[in-house]
């Protein structure tokens, strides 16, 4: 009940195209969903983060879209650029606990 | 802001050796830190949680003796990998939590430890 799916594991989009990564949850307490960036050899970076009390939630290029009832949120990158090669991990966490249950991440490849 | 660091960012110890790792919240008091592990191409796995002045809460399988953590003060907070062994080879990254803007944690770069 603690999991976090995400998916796809691997994606490659063409420069200037939409990436969209999806993840899912069971658990219903969790009220915090962020996506992390991570380049190789470095730490996590929050991107953007939503909760459940709005559906879409949009910060330049990136986008959340969450679905409450099917349990489901996604990253979409609009225009991907080769600076969005990356690796993406969507999160989970309940109020007052913090802690992050993560999924198990998306590397992402733009094409020039 | 919201800067958080670690030090060293790369490491290489003897098998029977034991490492420290510093991570250290440099603008903004962090009253709770967490400490993960991350192997190559995986996702990151919580070790434990450690809340200022309080001893840390370690996640189900993780040695507390094995991996000790102190959290001194509210802007640093230390793992020390004791009696290291190959297998203890990993990305370790630390995050720092004010708990003022709710659940956003901040991560530090990471720590690249490889045993010998």
């Known amino acids: 009940q603690q999991q976090v799916k995400q998916s796809p594991q691997s994606l490659i989009v063409q420069k200037g195209g939409i990436s969209i990564i999806n993840c899912a949850y069971e658990?219903?307490?969790?009220?915090?969903f962020p996506w992390y960036q991570q380049f190789p050899g470095k730490g996590p970076a929050l991107l953007i983060a939503?909760?459940?009390?709005?559906s879409e939630k949009k910060e330049g290029r990136f986008t959340i879209s969450f679905n409450k009832s099917a349990k489901q949120f996604s990253l979409h990158i609009m225009d991907s650029q080769p600076g969005d090669s990356a690796t993406y991990f969507c999160a989970a966490s309940i109020e007052g606990f913090q802690k992050l249950v993560f999924g198990t991440g998306t590397r992402l490849l733009v094409s020039p | 802001g919201a800067v958080v660091s670690q030090h060293p960012s790369r490491v290489i110890c003897k098998s029977g050796t034991s490492v420290k790792i510093e991570c250290r919240s440099l603008d903004f008091q962090a009253t709770t830190m967490f400490w993960y592990r991350q192997f190559p191409k995986q996702s990151l796995m919580l070790m434990a949680t450690?809340?200022?002045?309080?001893?840390?809460?370690?996640e189900q399988g993780v040695e507390k003796d094995k991996f000790l953590i102190n959290h001194a003060s509210l802007t640093l907070s230390t793992l020390t990998v004791t009696s290291a062994h190959p297998e203890d080879s990993s990305f370790y990254i630390c995050?720092?939590?004010?708990?003022?803007?709710?659940?956003?944690?901040?991560f530090g770069p990471g720590t690249r430890l490889t045993v010998t």
């Open positions: 658990n219903t307490a969790f009220d915090y």
């Open positions: 450690s809340n200022e002045g309080s001893k840390a809460t370690y």
């Open positions: 995050s720092a939590s004010s708990g003022l803007a709710g659940y956003e944690q901040y």
């Open positions: 939503i909760r459940p009390d709005v």
